[in-house]
């Protein structure tokens, strides 16, 4: 089975307000939200990763992120680990730079049925902060 390394960052403004993207109709879980991020290279250590993916997906440059969990699920056709870290400093405003759907949501308001279940125990922890 395969194994993913992926990178994920929680962009989380002064107001609570989390960054979440949706996941193109033709994607793996489509259509779910999601906090941006993507697969960690073989070269690359996770925070490297995750400045490469925002700035690739969000058009943001990361000048703070803090490690926050990692969260590791098995689908039936891959298995996942999923390094989250916690973004609070970073230049430029983030936005859809693939052309997908985005908006900020209070992380008073996330709801874990809206993200691919890997995501679950993450969005309880932020809705328990």
Do not use: C
């Not at 970073?90 to 997908?100: D, F, I, K, L, S």
Request: net charge negative.
């Amino acid at each position: 089975m395969k194994h993913l390394q992926v990178a994920v960052g929680i962009i989380r403004n002064a107001s609570k307000e989390i960054f979440l993207a949706q996941r193109s109709a033709s994607s793996h879980m489509a259509n779910m939200w999601e906090f941006p991020g993507g697969k960690i290279e073989a070269d690359e250590t996770a925070a490297q990763a995750l400045n490469r993916e925002l700035l690739e997906e969000t058009g943001i440059e990361v000048t703070n992120a803090v490690p926050f969990d990692t969260a590791d699920h098995t689908y039936q056709d891959v298995r996942v680990t999923l390094h989250f870290f916690i973004v609070e400093g970073w230049n430029g405003e983030p936005y859809g730079r693939e052309g997908q759907p985005m908006r900020w949501v209070p992380q008073a308001e996330l709801v874990a049925d809206e993200f691919p279940p890997a995501n679950s125990p993450i969005v309880a922890r932020l809705l328990a902060e």
